[in-house]
């Protein structure tokens, strides 16, 4: 391998995966274009300004040309003559004008001229004062960029904030630097800049800005809606001398964080709010809101009851007595379910897998269309997986949507109300819709008569921020059907035998505990990383030998990192049974086995859908992938679409929500424990169709299923209640 130091402009971006940390460009070297790949620097890659880099090239006997190390090249000249060379706004003709009267070499001088001085023959007075502001600009920009340059904050960065800011900006951060945070500078890189500034670590900006932090850290990584004030004073310190640019032995008195959160409240930044148990919850703002909006939504639904009449009834029971499927009738639980949903403004119906929840769903939707032909039904889950399969049972003229596609969130996730007509609303995989988009989606779509069917099996994880619909099913003003017949396996099924049971937190080692049958329910012990992989190895060799395929076969990981995680799994599993030379240049190639992580309704296919790649092709200009998924569909992707798509034979338990696999494959580590618990062992199991094999340490296991998930902060059901309450003493 030879390395080699070259200066090179930037001519295009062929792809890039941000996931792996890897660009693809064409480059121009001496006037000659080169391809490259870096798989350090795809934040620096831009094409808005054109800039020159400098950069440490490897380069093997195959002419591949790798970035090792690279750094941005500043020139105020060039940097200034791209800029105005990519406005719009200035004609080639001015451009030539001006290279011809000023030179190349001195164009910085523009933003040292006035309108008057650059107004002569071609140049009206409004476009000289244009190109003079605009080099201005991008003279102050580049300084702005040199300057956070200095303290390793992105240009990309700097360009925002001078945005805002404009000539002010480095005065504005100088005099509080802890604004950058705010547009995701880490506080490592905010200290060192406060710190080169004389600003102490007790600073009242750095502990309000540590406060919001720790706040914003608790929610996104354990997902909780409120943080209890005396948690936040004991746990501080330790944060903000971990992920801070400060001695690590520094304290911040409880005093100033005390003040800070003071502050914090008058600026409305944060609120507390008291619970019943004398608590002081701290919460960000939004959430908050969020909180509160639900719990007053809800309150008011579960107060204003819908008469129903006599006619009404008969024809539920008319319709509910009648009904089949083919092969079943509806049970009594299920009957009541469909009874609650049409009868009451707000109803949950929960159960394990196989318990016919979407069969339920969909009598409900049939009955509703029996009773009120002309009424506004819009059905709902997360994942793109579970609507596809919920299309499949509804009535043609009944559409399954997205809580994301119903409400128009794009790619750029912002999450805001909209007004939607319903009259009834199902929402299914209440388990992983967090606080945010459950208050986004009551707000859109609730209206005097509006009303819910909540769908969920309480013993999954629950996703994101808050626990929805767990507080939603302590609350004891709505009418809640939990179905405990199965149906999707039979009645012997070692599978949903044991899945009932590690409900009820019993594992191998209990009393009439999980049962082990090969073919269905299989625990292979392995001892330590090392023999968890070889064990996966040798299991899938021997499941391929009989019959099976990489596409029914799935590995689950708590974890992404890890020689048990996604990661390393993946890794593993794609040199062993599909081994490919280019994968040294390429992730992805022929044969591996991808899923889908985001919706894309245009081509009709979903976050969780699973394929094989059948063709890669390289152009020099685009990458082009053919994969055809799971239900027969050929999907292609070009050049950047190719990020749509990710290696997936293993994958995180918590993106298998909503999927069945035939064959699922579970490693327990000691390593993993931590992220151990009954409900993500038991919504992993609950994956599989046909088959479990659970490989790994038996003492873990048994660990994990006697431990619960991490119980979330949140307010939500003693709000409805107390919402409650209220309106009914202010009614009486």
Aim: charged letters at 30%; one cysteine or more; a positive charge.
């Amino acid at each position: 391998m030879i390395e080699r130091k070259i200066k090179f402009t930037l001519v295009r971006i062929i792809y890039e995966d941000k996931k792996n940390s890897i660009c693809r460009a064409i480059i121009k070297v001496k006037e000659a274009n080169i391809d490259s790949i870096s798989n350090v620097v795809y934040t620096y890659i831009r094409l808005d300004l054109v800039k020159e880099y400098e950069a440490i090239f490897e380069e093997n006997v195959d002419k591949d040309f790798r970035i090792k190390e690279i750094v941005e090249v500043y020139n105020v000249s060039s940097f200034v003559k791209e800029a105005l060379a990519s406005d719009r706004n200035i004609s080639n003709q001015i451009k030539e004008h001006i290279m011809k009267e000023i030179g190349e070499e001195h164009i910085e001088c523009l933003a040292g001229f006035s309108g008057e001085q650059m107004e002569a023959g071609i140049l009206t007075q409004d476009k000289a004062e244009y190109i003079t502001d605009k080099a201005k600009m991008y003279a102050e920009l580049l300084g702005i960029r040199e300057y956070f340059k200095s303290y390793g904050i992105q240009s990309i960065i700097a360009d925002k904030v001078y945005k805002k800011f404009g000539e002010n900006a480095i005065q504005i951060m100088q005099d509080n630097p802890y604004l950058l945070v705010s547009y995701e500078v880490c506080l490592k890189a905010v200290d060192k800049l406060a710190n080169s500034l004389g600003i102490s670590h007790d600073n009242n900006n750095r502990v309000k800005c540590g406060v919001l932090e720790w706040l914003k850290h608790r929610s996104n990584t354990y997902g909780h809606v409120f943080i209890i004030q005396e948690e936040l004073i004991n746990n501080i310190n330790e944060y903000m001398n971990k992920n801070g640019g400060y001695s690590s032995n520094l304290i911040i008195s409880q005093e100033k964080i005390i003040q800070a959160i003071g502050d914090l409240e008058k600026e409305n930044e944060i609120i507390t709010y008291i619970n019943e148990d004398k608590n002081k919850c701290l919460y960000i703002k939004e959430l908050y809101e969020c909180e509160f909006g639900v719990a007053q939504i809800i309150s008011n639904m579960m107060l204003d009851k819908v008469e129903i009449s006599k006619d009404i009834i008969k024809k539920i029971d008319d319709f509910t007595n009648s009904y089949s499927d083919g092969k079943f009738k509806l049970t009594q639980q299920q009957i009541e379910s469909v009874k609650n949903a049409i009868k009451e403004r707000i109803s949950i119906l929960q159960g394990f897998p196989g318990a016919g929840k979407t069969k339920t769903l969909t009598a409900t939707i049939q009955c509703i269309k029996y009773i009120y032909k002309n009424s506004k039904i819009e059905v709902v889950a997360f994942t793109g997986k579970a609507v596809s399969r919920i299309k499949e049972m509804l009535p043609e003229d009944v559409e399954a949507k997205t809580i994301h596609r119903l409400l128009g969130i794009g790619f750029n996730r912002k999450i805001v109300p909209i007004s939607i007509d319903v009259d009834f609303l199902v929402i299914d995989e209440a388990t992983l819709i967090d606080v945010r988009l459950f208050h986004c989606l009551l707000k859109s779509c609730v209206k005097n008569d509006t009303k819910i069917l909540i769908i969920g099996d309480q013993d999954q994880i629950s996703m994101g921020i808050g626990k929805i619909f767990c507080d939603l099913i302590r609350c004891h003003g709505i009418k809640k059907v939990k179905l405990t017949e199965i149906f999707r396996q039979s009645d012997e099924s070692v599978i949903l035998g044991n899945i009932k049971k590690m409900s009820k937190a019993i594992g191998l080692r209990d009393c009439n505990g999980l049962k082990c049958k090969k073919g269905e329910f299989e625990f292979i012990e392995a001892k330590g990383e090392n023999e968890i992989q070889n064990k996966i190895e040798d299991v899938i060799s021997r499941l391929i030998k009989e019959g099976k395929s990489l596409m029914d076969i799935q590995v689950l990981s708590s974890l992404k990192n890890g020689k048990c995680g996604t990661k390393e799994l993946n890794k593993l599993i794609q040199d062993k049974f599909n081994y490919n030379p280019r994968r040294n240049k390429y992730n992805l190639v022929v044969g591996d086995k991808v899923m889908q992580n985001v919706n894309n309704s245009k081509k009709d296919i979903f976050n969780g859908d699973t394929g094989l790649i059948l063709s890669c092709a390289d152009d020099k200009i685009s990458k082009k992938t053919v994969v055809r998924f799971s239900n027969g569909k050929l999907i292609e992707y070009v050049g950047d679409s190719s990020k749509e798509i990710e290696s997936s034979y293993c994958i995180t338990i918590h993106k298998s929500q909503g999927s069945q696999f035939p064959v699922i494959i579970l490693p327990i580590a000691k390593e993993q424990k931590s992220m151990l618990n009954l409900n993500i062992i038991y919504t992993g199991c609950s994956r599989a169709q046909s088959q479990i094999i659970i490989i790994g340490d038996k003492d873990t296991f048994e660990t994990a299923l006697k431990t619960t998930q991490i119980n979330k902060n949140s307010n939500l059901t003693e709000m409805i209640e107390i919402k409650g309450k209220d309106r009914l003493n202010r009614t009486a």
